[in-house]
């Protein structure tokens, strides 16, 4: 999510009670010293859905991160270390054998074993369930017999239980990867609790997620306002330095901004675009940027008969200037993008989609006018996440360079825009942000492009393209998975399904309540190094 994930900002969105916050005015390395017992808030907007093997965008992400402890998480080199896994080990990439850490329970009680992965994987590769996730289990062997309306199977023959903190996975075909999938959200357990009967979810249970991780629900999702988690005392990893979280939501993010300066909000993960120019001087050093994976483009609706063509896809990424966006409104805080892949992945290529990323006014009115593109372009946004100065001004490039009419839509929320652009409602060309689930060339391409990927929300299809992603998955080397998946990037740049536009960096801040705060490459604060100024 984890879109990692789909990102629903720009950037690409308790033991104690919020009166208990402490009031200092230390910043980043304040003096004062901390305060433990104290909760932190968290700039989020609201999630689409707080089930592990539902949530595929970054705000459910943020919040799953408190509430459970990954398999694997990523040094700096964005290679994989065992978290909630003792190992993760396997001969022939194909049969993966999982050994968990003991002492891990859930909130509840329940002690950790191998059937909470297990049922938590097969409920969420099981089709008629309907999770957004469950593209990520197609690797496993049996997943298959789960597809369709009428599956053969409810479980995958690929899982096996080898005893209570053992598990084996053996997959379709070998997968060098495997191991660094783990970290994705998808991959969390869930306890016996979250079940009504084997195999049904208990309808309450996405209201007050129960995890394994450092934090606990605090009372239910308060849709459209918050939700809370307080510390975990009895978690057996690295304990978090404050006492709660609070995430709260935001319809805009100027609001969040205006909280952050006044100190009633600590942490905003994005700062708003038209912010940007002051940000430095509004927060000082509490003022931050770190690298983020974070990809922003522009989505068509391969199966409107208007969209259809790929020159009128061609000549309308030609008619935008991207420098221009991004000096004037992003104020040079992004990298423009002539790729379908982050830089931050290895097998990146700075340039791969040749003259349809080339600003061309004349020759792109010339494409655009021969190939009958329409007379008037929609492009649909989410109104939470700080987006309509940069369409407004992609709008206003597209009016002068193309000879149309164009106009920008709100839809309130990216829970919205998702649930429309899922059902194939008529939004016109619509906006969409991608942040890694797991650090591979593998995670722009598939889960965006693959005809079954779980966040293809545009009907494109190509099965010379899902041949090659499947070939560079079962590659027995990182070398010849990423030469496949160059190849299969290449017949993006023939197709355009999606218009590249920018590379995200995190830029954001914090109030005077707290320190050592820091976003990750997938969009996340980090919930255990974060701390209340005394």
């Known amino acids: 999510m984890r879109v990692r994930r789909l990102a629903a900002w720009t950037a690409l969105p308790l033991a104690v009670t919020l009166g208990l916050v402490a009031c200092g005015s230390g910043g980043d390395g304040g003096s004062g010293g901390t305060n433990p017992n104290a909760a932190v808030r968290i700039e989020i907007a609201e999630p689409q859905h707080l089930v592990p093997v539902n949530t595929t965008e970054t705000s459910g992400s943020q919040v799953l991160a408190a509430l459970f402890s990954p398999l694997v998480d990523y040094d700096e080199a964005n290679k994989p270390y065992e978290v909630a896994a003792e190992s993760v080990t396997s001969e022939d990439h194909r049969t993966w054998t999982v050994k968990l850490k003991d002492g891990y329970t859930f909130h509840n009680g329940e002690k950790v074993t191998a059937d909470n992965y297990i049922d938590a994987w097969n409920y969420g590769a099981y089709a008629p369930n309907g999770q957004n996730a469950s593209y990520f289990f197609e690797k496993i062997a049996g997943y298959e017999d789960l597809q369709g309306e009428a599956p053969k199977a409810r479980t995958m023959s690929g899982l096996k239980k080898v005893d209570d903190l053992t598990f084996t996975v053996t997959l379709s075909q070998p997968y060098t990867e495997f191991k660094t ?32 991780g ?3 629900m ?3 999702w308060q849709h459209d306002a918050k939700v ?18 609070e995430f709260r939501i935001y319809q805009q993010q100027t609001a969040a901004y205006a909280d952050v300066l006044s100190d009633n909000l600590d942490v905003i993960k994005t700062i708003p675009t038209e912010n940007l120019s002051t940000a430095s001087t509004d927060l000082g050093d509490r003022f931050k940027t770190s690298p983020a994976s974070t990809f922003q483009f522009l989505a068509f609706p391969t199966f409107q008969k208007e969209y ?41 290529r700075e340039n791969t989609i040749g003259a349809a990323g080339t600003f061309d006014p004349a020759k792109a009115k010339a494409l655009y006018q021969a190939a009958g593109g329409p007379s008037r372009i929609e ?29 920008g839509t709100a839809e309130p929320k990216f829970a919205d825009l998702l649930t429309k652009v899922k059902a194939k409602q008529p939004v016109g060309l619509f906006r969409m942000g991608w942040v890694m689930d797991f650090p591979s060339m593998e995670n722009y391409l598939g889960p965006l492009y693959s005809t079954n990927g779980s966040s293809n929300y545009y009907g494109y299809s190509n099965p010379e393209f899902d041949k090659l992603v499947a070939e560079g998955s079962a590659a ?3 070398e010849e998975a990423i030469k496949k998946y160059q190849q299969a990037e290449e017949l993006l740049a023939e197709d355009m399904p999606v218009i590249p536009l920018r590379f995200g960096q995190n830029n954001f801040g914090h109030s005077t309540k707290v320190k050592n705060v820091e976003v990750d490459l997938f969009d996340r604060v980090d919930l255990l190094k974060i701390e209340v100024v005394q």
């Open 181 to 212: 999938m783990l970290g994705y959200t998808a991959f969390y357990p869930m306890p016996k609790a979250a079940f009504s009967a084997p195999g049904v979810l208990d309808a309450s249970y996405e209201q007050a997620p129960i995890g394994q």
């Open 214 to 216: 450092p934090f606990k």
């Open 218 to 220: 605090k009372g239910t």
């Open 228 to 245: 809370e988690v307080e510390k975990y005392d009895a978690f057996p990893g690295e304990q978090p330095k404050v006492a709660g979280v």
């Open 308 to 348: 259809s063509n790929p020159d009128v896809r061609k000549a309308i990424s030609m008619a935008i200037n991207r420098e221009e966006i991004t000096k004037s409104v992003f104020k040079d805080s992004q990298t423009p993008a002539r790729a379908f892949v982050s830089p931050v992945v290895a097998g990146y």
């Open 379 to 407: 492009l649909s946004y989410n109104g939470d996440g700080g987006h309509k100065d940069w369409i407004d001004a992609t709008c206003n490039q597209l009016k002068a360079n193309l000879g149309v009419d164009c106009v």
């Open 476 to 478: 027995a080397t990182e």
